[in-house]
């Protein structure tokens, strides 16, 4: 019997699809491991990576902040922000496995930190996991706070900005918040510069992977901020804090300002007003006695502003210096009269222009205002930079305001010439009449002299910019040699060095009423300006008292003139520039050179220090730049007095302290 053959075609029709989509199956599987073993494994890596860890952004140390000599005005030092996670102190309280209750804790904290107990007792009691307690503490405290051992309390690092010259030129440095960014001033403006590039660092979440984590967090370290040093000497700047103290305490002004500035450059030398704060602390300041006057002020600076209606019209031709005016007390300008500020005392004839500058007489500028026209004047009012900002290199500064050219009428011009009706800044007015001294140049004001890496490679040096010529060299010399006759023999006498040649103008402004919006009978502004030598400038200086409440009166001659005399003499002796051997000083100004110049001595620590303790140095005979660089290297910081070299300390050598703390340092030029 022949075997019947077996049909296999209906089994492999039915299968074969089975089989084939297997095979695709395991393709896809093989090229998927593929893919992710070989083509994707970095990325995959990484991605595991991330998932394992958390990134803390890590803050870059901010830059440092010197003046001319190279005295640190502004550095940043390690501290500490404390937190508690209330949920885990809670638990750990309530199992019994820590003894002490949230009151104790409190108290201990409360006790380290100088913080009210019920403060930190409220936000422990908050349901949260995680609260900040503190920030900006010193980090002897917080290695205080976490021997306590405390559960859920811990540590994370932050910057405090210190100003080692505390109140030293406050409002120009101006200050840093708690996110370590500049928000007023110096800092402010420079604050790309100073504060660097933030790195972060990983933190794992798991065991593994220590190798790659600990790669990732060598190679984003943060890079520290630059440094930038300052055109404002401390020594000049020491001149400058001495009269402004002196002035408030005179006068017990509202308000007291004084601007120096180098006439040929436009370099700041010294900046500072009264009241002021302490930018360590500068949250006990309200925004108004933070503001930096000298260049946020705005006010109508009367008589000084005689200097520019001057120049333009001795420029223009309009006028001579010998040129006369009549001058019985007042002038009628429909609808108003105008008067001097001792036309109640005599009448002044028929001054010469010089006369009149002499005389400070509104009557004689009125005139000449008028003779140099509204179209003239308001040309040489935009061209000496006047309603705009002078763009200095420091945060906050206003442009004034300056009445339009289509509104004023003809007694506004007779007033404006004698610096009424217009309101200005010191830093505007203060340039215009630097660029008569140095021969008509109105130069850009700045405060930064370069910036530089924290190894020193230098990374912008800033120049002197002329922004326009405004006036010739030979109506600079005129009005110039018209401002040296108002303070040899006219209302800037009390600013007078024998030996040298001081040009200068007095101003005394009334101020607006706001309740009438008519000029006050008792509220005026004093202000003196002064340049010299003045056949070669090397200081020009404004001194600014906002409503003087003194029984010196409130002439601007009066009030101004002494401070501003102190100042230049103390810079030109500074300088090396000879006065008159008969000068009396009012200014301590060390020697060049000492014969027997004493040095600091070997120190004997009274104590071991521990943890952020430090051992103070031996200062004496060292000079003010050369302690700043000392106490910096210590983390400490200094108030002093004088200048010259250090013959009085204190604390005294050998005590020990803590780091930030701060040192009061005497200099002077006779060393006792």
Request: zero cysteines; glycine letters at 8%; charged letters at 20%.
């Amino acid at each position: 019997m022949k075997k019947r053959s077996k049909d296999y075609s209906y089994y492999f029709s039915r299968d074969r699809w089975v089989y084939v989509g297997l095979a695709l199956a395991i393709l896809l599987v093989f090229g998927r491991l593929i893919t992710l073993q070989v083509v994707q494994a970095s990325d995959l890596k990484a991605k595991g990576i991330q998932r394992r860890t958390t990134d803390q952004s890590l803050r870059p140390e901010r830059g440092t902040i010197l003046d001319a000599q190279g005295n640190v005005l502004a550095q940043s030092i390690p501290v500490k922000e404390i937190y508690a996670d209330p949920e885990m102190l809670a638990d750990q309280i309530s199992k019994k496995q820590f003894k002490s209750t949230k009151e104790d804790v409190a108290k201990e904290l409360g006790s380290i930190l100088g913080i009210d107990s019920q403060t930190i007792q409220d936000k422990l009691n908050k349901s949260l996991a995680w609260i900040s307690l503190a920030h900006q503490v010193d980090i002897h405290k917080a290695d205080q706070i976490m021997a306590l051992k405390i559960p859920g309390v811990g540590t994370n690092e932050e910057e405090k900005r210190i100003y080692p010259m505390g109140q030293l030129a406050a409002s120009a440095l101006g200050i840093v918040n708690l996110a370590g960014h500049g928000v007023e001033g110096i800092e402010s403006y420079y604050d790309k510069a100073l504060f660097g590039k933030p790195g972060f660092q990983s933190q794992e979440q798991d065991t593994r992977a220590h190798s790659i984590l600990d790669a990732l967090q060598q190679s984003n370290p943060p890079s520290p901020g630059n440094s930038i040093t300052l055109t404002l000497d401390s020594t000049i700047q020491y001149f400058v804090e001495q009269q402004l103290d002196a002035l408030q305490q005179v006068t017990q002004a509202n308000s007291v300002t004084i601007l120096a500035m180098d006439p040929m450059t436009g370099r700041v030398l010294g900046m500072g007003s009264r009241p002021t704060f302490d930018p360590t602390d500068y949250s006990k300041a309200t925004s108004d006695v933070r503001r930096n006057l000298a260049i946020g002020m705005s006010y109508e600076p009367g008589s000084t502003f005689k200097i520019v209606t001057g120049s333009a019209a001795l420029e223009e031709g309009v006028i001579r210096p010998e040129d006369t005016f009549a001058d019985p007390g007042y002038l009628r300008v429909a609808p108003r009269y105008i008067t001097n500020w001792d036309s109640d005392q005599k009448p002044h004839g028929n001054p010469t222009f010089t006369q009149g500058m002499q005389l400070s007489s509104n009557v004689v500028l009125a005139q000449v205002g008028m003779k140099l026209g509204l179209s003239s004047f308001y040309t040489y009012l935009k061209a000496f930079g006047f309603g705009s900002k002078t763009g200095i290199d420091i945060a906050g500064e206003e442009s004034g305001l300056i009445l339009p050219q289509d509104k004023v009428r003809e007694a506004d011009l007779a007033t404006m010439a004698f610096g009424q009706v217009n309101s200005v800044t010191p830093i505007q007015l203060l340039s215009a009449i630097s660029a008569v001294a140095n021969g008509g140049t109105l130069y850009r004001p700045y405060i930064v002299a370069k910036i530089t890496t924290p190894d020193g490679q230098l990374v912008q040096q800033q120049k002197p910019t002329p922004v326009r010529q405004v006036i010739s060299k030979a109506t600079a010399s005129q009005m110039t040699n018209v401002l040296e006759q108002v303070v040899s023999g006219g209302t800037g006498h009390l600013a007078q060095i024998p030996g040298i040649n001081v040009a200068g103008k007095t101003g005394t402004a009334q101020k607006v009423d706001p309740k009438t919006g008519a000029y006050s009978t008792t509220d005026f502004i004093a202000s003196f300006t002064a340049f010299a030598p003045a056949e070669d400038p090397k200081i020009a200086v404004l001194v600014i008292i906002d409503t003087p409440k003194s029984a010196q009166g409130h002439q601007g001659g009066t009030l101004g003139g002494p401070p501003a005399k102190a100042i230049i003499e103390g810079t030109l002796q500074y300088y090396g520039l000879p006065v008159a051997k008969d000068t009396q000083s009012t200014v301590s100004i060390s020697p060049s050179d000492s014969a027997v110049r004493p040095s600091p001595k070997p120190v004997i620590s009274e104590r071991t220090p521990v943890g952020r303790e430090v051992v103070i140095p031996d200062l004496t005979g060292l000079t003010m730049r050369q302690v700043g660089a000392i106490l910096a290297k210590s983390e400490l910081h200094f108030n002093f007095t004088g200048s010259g070299l250090v013959n009085q300390q204190s604390p005294l050598a050998g005590k020990v302290v803590t780091k930030g703390s701060t040192i009061d340092v005497k200099f002077s030029s006779l060393l006792q």
